[in-house]
């Protein structure tokens, strides 16, 4: 079992969110919120940026999974030619019953060194929500 931080649609509410509901993928456990410990697009997509020591912490929740969901999760983030999954410190903000990690938890996240340098210029959300106030709605893999 591994844990793994999802910041953008697949959390909770979001239009992805169903992919870690899935158990056909193999178990996804939702085990608390948290934020990226270190700072850390087109169609709507959120992106995190891998830029050690820039930027701004991201705010998400923490999961965790087994070896198989990992390999589908993967294959749905685009995982190595869109997305890479990288490991980083999540400091935990709120954990799901007993015997939580303490302070923060190393997580798999899937992010990007590989972007266009205008993205540097986005506006930037703490907290991805798909219906937010900058009124652009996700553009779901299968219309684009």
């Known amino acids: 079992m591994a844990h793994i931080f999802v910041y953008g649609t697949p959390k909770w509410g979001q ?11 193999g178990l996804a456990a939702f085990r608390g919120r948290g934020c990226t410990v270190e700072s850390a697009g087109e169609h709507n997509i959120p992106w995190l940026l891998d830029l050690p020591g820039k930027g701004h912490c991201v ?19 685009g995982c190595p030619s869109m997305y890479q999954r990288t490991a980083l ?11 939580g990690p303490g302070d923060s938890v190393q997580c798999f996240v899937y992010n990007t060194a590989t972007y266009a340098p205008k993205w540097l210029f986005l506006p930037y959300h703490k907290s991805y929500d798909s219906e937010g106030p900058h009124r652009l709605c996700y553009n779901p893999r299968e219309n684009r």
């Open 15 to 25: 239009p992805n969110h169903k992919v870690t509901l899935d158990q056909s993928h």
């Open 59 to 77: 705010a998400g929740e923490i999961y965790e999974v087994a070896e198989q969901m990992l390999c589908f999760l993967d294959d749905f983030e």
């Open 89 to 99: 410190q999540v400091r935990v903000l709120e954990w799901e019953g007993a015997g």
